[in-house]
């Protein structure tokens, strides 16, 4: 069986190329997706590098002048799928593109191909070091809102954990404009419209979009003067942990001057973290931040301190806690939502299914700091659900059954690097 998955992980991965960058599946995800294709690197690396390479550059190629790397990179205006390029009405860049970005794992990715490969490898990674850094810089400042201690985010699309019950805090601050252009959804031609975010939540992401525009995507007034605010732990502590590995890079590459420079970004954003402690749930959450008040729910950005090094000791094993008492109440780890919190549904999008991506970061932080059961667990129950369902978008934490997209390709990338048992320790 795991021989025929990896042959299947393979050609998932080939029958989603669209000529050196990847599409996540055909129709419901047509274009390239920012964080999508960092991980897809990673699969693609176990059976040519060339082509992971490849792969992060052409999705440096949508760098905005100002630094951003956008979310989605818009190669051509694709009709099922829905908001296209002439809704966002974004070029920050040489390429059409959203106008917000996602979480930053691409220097953490290109840290694991030098890790793993030789002089030609770092050659590559040289080559993409200074457009990484000024994306993290762009992190750093626009979107660090005026008197926050932490980058925050603008738009649920930006975290790449959209409807998750944690931005409804944002979304009671919001109205939803009387002359908000009708739309036509796409997702739902093509998904389950059960599994997918609901009506008003889609109205509300077009309100971000439109505010964006009518800023001309300043990315300074989007932050401070924009419909949406929050802070994700997801983003805080990815971008934290690949602050550190960018910094391990200069170290590789002899970039004396980068490393000071994050050294400066690390201080940052581990002087920050307690921003994110939910003293009540004692766990880090999600924060409005015009109004100070958190989200009152685990999710699965909640496991990441041990991933980006951070939190107190007594931080740390409170996370351990609510990893086991969830851990109890589903079969597969790690849910994108609490199942004791209201607002979990195991089968709709981010409100609890098991994400592919989280449950490698997730497990890879676990195992570095000691905690190898656990981080086990994770990884064996992504590997049980990819066995029993196959490469979907995510799983149900309860059943395991796929859901929304199949031959998706980071389930399969992921597959190939991290999850199969034939991978390379």
Request: glycine letters at 8%; aromatic letters at 12%; a negative charge.
């Amino acid at each position: 069986m795991p021989l025929d998955l990896d042959q299947k992980a393979r050609d998932i991965l080939k029958q989603n190329d669209r000529g050196g960058y990847t599409v996540p599946t055909a129709r419901l995800y047509p274009y390239q997706w920012n964080w999508d294709s960092a991980f897809v690197a990673l699969g693609f690396a176990t059976f040519d590098r060339e082509r992971a390479w490849q792969e992060l550059e052409l999705l440096l190629e949508g760098q905005w002048r100002d630094g951003m790397v956008p979310h989605i990179i818009f190669r051509r205006d694709d009709p099922d799928y829905f908001p296209g390029p002439s809704v966002w009405q974004a070029h920050g860049g040489d390429l059409p593109s959203g106008g917000i970005s996602q979480p930053p794992v691409l220097a953490s990715v290109m840290l694991d191909l030098v890790a793993s490969g030789n002089d030609a490898d770092r050659t590559r990674a040289a080559a993409l070091f200074d457009k990484v850094l000024d994306w993290h810089r762009w992190w750093h400042s626009a979107r660090t809102p005026d008197g926050c201690p932490v980058v925050c985010t603008v738009h649920p699309w930006e975290t790449g954990r959209d409807n998750c019950p944690d931005w409804d805090l944002g979304f009671d601050r919001m109205e939803v404009p009387a002359d908000l252009e009708p739309y036509t959804r796409m997702d739902t031609v093509h998904a389950d419209v059960s599994e997918r975010p609901s009506k008003l939540q889609y109205d509300k992401y077009v309100t971000i979009i439109k505010f964006g525009r009518d800023v001309g995507w300043d990315q300074t007034r989007l932050t401070n003067e924009g419909p949406f605010l929050m802070a994700d732990p997801g983003i805080h502590f990815i971008l934290l942990r690949a602050d550190r590995d960018l910094r391990h890079l200069a170290d590789i590459l002899d970039r004396p001057g980068a490393a000071d420079e994050l050294d400066g970004f690390i201080a940052k954003g581990v002087s920050g973290t307690d921003y994110l402690w939910n003293p009540d749930l004692k766990a880090f959450c999600a924060r409005e931040v015009r109004s100070g008040a958190f989200s009152q729910g685990f999710s699965s950005a909640s496991a990441l301190p041990f991933y980006a090094d951070a939190g107190s000791p007594d931080q740390r094993d409170s996370t351990l806690g609510h990893l086991d008492r969830i851990g109890a109440k589903v079969d597969f780890l790690v849910p994108s939502w609490d199942p004791d919190a209201p607002g979990f549904e195991p089968q709709r999008y981010w409100c609890g299914p098991v994400w592919p991506q989280m449950n490698t970061i997730i497990s890879k932080g676990l195992a570095e700091q000691g905690h190898t059961d656990l981080a086990k667990r994770v990884r064996g129950d992504l590997a049980a659900a990819i066995e029993k369902s196959g490469f979907f978008e995510c799983f149900n934490t309860v059943t395991g059954a796929g859901c929304i997209g199949t031959d998706f390709s980071w389930t399969a990338a992921l597959w190939l690097a991290w999850a199969s048992p034939n991978r390379k320790t």
